[in-house]
């Protein structure tokens, strides 16, 4: 066995020997004498490695040239367009034509250009959806993610390829590469507007929002037009995604929306419940997703950066049955319309430590923040009548107020007396002690199983013990007396 046969035996390729010994004799002419055959094989066994992918996954625009196979799944239109002349007035502008196709693997998707004579024979119906094709072309980075400029593609009717295509993704579909996807999800966290130069002098604008669904959540970034839909949505809203394209950032996968694709509001109620973990599981260093009640509330504060901008902040402390624990909202999260007895969502929250070695949740530009319901097997949820009023939501006559977060999670927080519960009714003077964890209007105390709220004029200090004593009116102790 001569060298050039040592080298092709170690090549995992699918070009054929023959073609690959005369690419040697070509490369050892083309040297002038420089390289050997053993060399020149080597050379071409470099190069052809480069080109193969593993999948279609693993397509980058900055490679030279790829070869993969792939299945068809969708044919555009022929478009035509004017080519520039060289600048002979004489001479016509050059009529170009062009068609997209869609293929994908078991990897993901990309997107194909036919140029040319190859665009016509493809509109002449030479390529069907459902072909496998055997395609070498130059990627780049195109309209709507990776795209590959055709160089030379060929049917496969022995290969098969096996590939789902569906009409409409859950999040735990999505994969790097693919295109015209159609997503619904519930709006969890929504961004402002944001410009920035291209090289090419104009400006662009970028925005993100997050959505979730039953499967996971992922971030949705909105470009130029697109843009002002991450304002006009609110946390809460179902919307369904149409003719996304999935882009990979620092790891994660994202959903991209240009000007061919549109976020629309749905009248649809999709389900979004997130594995979150109990506060008292949490530990040093990890990301993590909470769920709590509110009660515990800062005001914003303002500070200034090493690079001299100006950042805020609002603390605000989460309970859920097993413990609780203050969680930083930083940035655009510190706007948020958070209050007490609210039911918060935190995602992707860093746990660090905080004041006097306490672990303190961090959200940051990767966090979402949601005001959502709680779910029916929340303490004191009552798992029938979501979300009340605002005043009911204040009161906690629903289930779902402050006094729901409680460790046993049965204690009334004011309304009508039914006899049974042992809820004070209106007006009745109670007595209650704890511990300040709000000091403010209302200030709120917690005695480790139950949270009330207090009308009081008493100056009390965060973590101060007290005992105060008045009738209670909407769920809210006024307090007479505090000692």
Known sequence: ????????????????????????????????????????????????????????????????????????????????????????????????????????????????????????????GELEVGDVLRIKGRPQEGYSGVEV??????????????????????????????????????????????????????????????LGDETGRVRVTLWDERADRAEELDAGTSVEVVDGYVRERDGDLELHVGSRGAV????????????????????????????GGVIETDPKRTFDRDDGSEGQVRNVRLKDETGDIRVALWGEKADLDVDLADYLVVTDAEIQEGWQDDLEASAGWRSTVTVTDPPADAPGADGESGSGSESES???????????????????????????????????????????????????????TETRSVDTDADLRLGEEVTVRGPIHGGRIDADEVY
Request: proline residues 1%; without cysteine; charged residues 35%.
């Open 149 to 210: 400029s055709v160089d030379q593609a060929e049917v496969d009717e022995d290969a098969e390829v096996d590939v789902q295509i569906q009409d409409t993704y859950r999040i735990e579909d999505l994969s790097l590469g693919l295109s015209d996807v159609t997503l619904q999800g519930l709006v969890l966290a929504t961004d402002t507007v944001r410009t920035f130069d291209r090289d090419d002098g104009s400006e662009g604008r970028v925005a993100n929002l997050t």
């Open 394 to 448: 204040e009161s906690g006559s629903d289930g779902t107020g402050l006094d729901a977060f409680g460790d046993d999670g049965e204690s009334g927080s004011g309304g009508a007396d039914d006899g049974a519960s042992g809820a004070p009714a209106d007006g009745e003077t109670v007595q209650f002690t704890g511990t300040v964890v709000q000091a403010g209007d209302p200030v709120v105390l917690d005695d480790g």
């Open 1 to 124: 066995m001569g060298v050039i046969e040592d080298v092709y035996e170690d090549l995992d390729t699918d070009v054929e020997f023959e073609e690959f010994e005369a690419a040697v004799h070509d490369k050892v002419e083309q040297m002038g004498g420089l390289a050997d055959e053993e060399t020149a094989a080597m050379l071409i066994a470099h190069e052809l490695e480069d080109e193969e992918v593993s999948g279609v996954a693993d397509i980058d625009p900055g490679m030279d040239e790829v070869k993969f196979l792939a299945k068809v799944v969708g044919i555009g239109d022929l478009r035509t367009f004017e080519r520039e002349s060289d600048g002979d007035d004489d001479e016509e502008a050059d009529e170009g034509r062009v068609v997209n196709v869609d293929v994908a693997d078991d990897t993901g998707q990309v997107r194909v250009s036919f140029w040319d004579r190859m665009a016509q024979s493809v509109a002449d």
């Open 264 to 291: 629309e509001e749905i009248d649809a109620d999709v389900a979004y419940d997130p594995e979150t973990t109990d506060v008292a599981d949490l530990e040093l260093g990890a990301t993590v997703d909470l769920a």
